[in-house]
């Protein structure tokens, strides 16, 4: 039985945006610690599916969700009464998706928002753009990132994750709002290291698809992973992050699951480029948003922005949108001048 089933009273509402596979994951853990979940999505057969079949199918196809979650397509019903607000909607519609919200969200309400990601246009943060549209300060909104595949959370697999706020009392409520025995929940004060990282090392995961589609094999990827940690590290203390919370589970954690299973949408993507797709019939061929091609774009401007030296990213950059050949990359970041490594 999970730890917090005792802790809530029966009816206290969380609120998830939106009805992808974290989203829906995360709603299945929330329900499991005595939450009545509803879920908000736009898509109406979805909300129907979940309601009547409790499934998710396009996201989660063997999933069997809790009966305690639900779906909705009206947002104000969704957030209606709820003690907790979870977002999970893609970094490309969070901020549209905290606009719709913040007129319904009430002020008491804890904010957790669960993307990997940098808002295209202006680079921000996650936690910036929900304190932007919401109108709450930044250090309310709490973070949740990690080593977390959702087919493996909503299986009830053990799962550890971590929650960052600046507000240590934030940071607690989420933790005893998602704390169970399957799903253990650490807090931490670096939001900046926490969001940094969960948005890089899908990058590096798109370099792991790479390799492993055209068969380098252990050493290689192993020698990808290494330094694109330094990469991750050297951009977040760049941005004011700990260099400590890259060796934790939003760092080094999340960076080996990522890249290291089939379950993750980057590195599928990278092995199907590497196969000869074209990122356009990728992208359309696995019907899901894949934050990584998103957050290239993004890393290769904040690393000019902060004059920090990037490789990996960088030649990702020219793979994805400047038609550079994979091997060809590969063959320049062997070729780079000799360094030390630190």
């Known amino acids: 039985m999970p730890v917090n089933s005792k802790r809530h009273a029966e009816g206290n509402k969380a609120a998830v945006l939106v009805a992808g596979s974290w989203g829906t994951a995360l709603a299945a853990v929330l329900a499991d610690n005595g939450y009545e979940v509803s879920i908000w999505t736009r898509n109406a057969s979805q909300a129907d599916e979940i309601n009547v079949r409790h499934t998710n199918t396009r996201f989660l196809p063997k999933a069997v969700l809790p009966a305690a979650v639900t779906a909705t397509t009206d947002m104000e019903a969704a957030l209606r009464g709820a003690a907790l607000a979870l977002f999970a909607a893609p970094s ?188 356009e019939e990728v992208l359309q061929k696995m019907g899901m948003v894949v934050e990584g091609v998103r957050t290239t774009r993004a890393a290769h401007l904040l690393a000019e922005r902060y004059e920090v030296e990037m490789p990996i990213t960088e030649q990702l950059f020219q793979v994805l949108f400047e038609n550079k050949s994979p091997r060809a990359a590969v063959e320049d970041l062997m070729g780079r001048t000799r360094t030390n490594e630190i």
């Open 92 to 279: 490309s519609a969070m901020r549209a998706v905290a606009q719709s919200a913040s007129r319904y969200l009430e002020n008491d309400t804890l904010v957790i928002h669960a993307a990997k990601g940098f808002e295209a246009e202006s680079l921000k943060r996650m936690s910036t753009v929900l304190s932007e549209e919401l109108d709450r300060p930044q250090a309310e909104i709490v973070v949740l990132s990690g080593p977390s595949h959702a087919e493996e959370v909503v299986e009830r697999k053990p799962t550890t994750v971590v929650v960052a706020a600046e507000s240590q009392e934030a940071a607690e409520k989420a933790q005893d709002a998602l704390i169970n025995t399957d799903f253990r929940v650490y807090t931490n004060s670096d939001v900046v290291g926490v969001e940094v990282a969960g948005a890089i090392k899908n990058i590096i995961a798109l370099g792991a698809g790479l390799s492993d589609g055209l068969g380098f094999g252990d050493n290689a990827k192993a020698a990808l992973l290494t330094r694109g940690l330094a990469e991750i590290g050297r951009l977040g203390a760049a941005m004011g992050a700990n260099p400590l919370t890259f060796a934790g589970l939003a760092g080094v954690g999340d960076l080996i699951v990522t890249c290291t299973s089939p379950h993750s949408r980057n590195w599928r993507a990278g092995s199907l480029i590497a196969a000869g797709g074209t990122l």
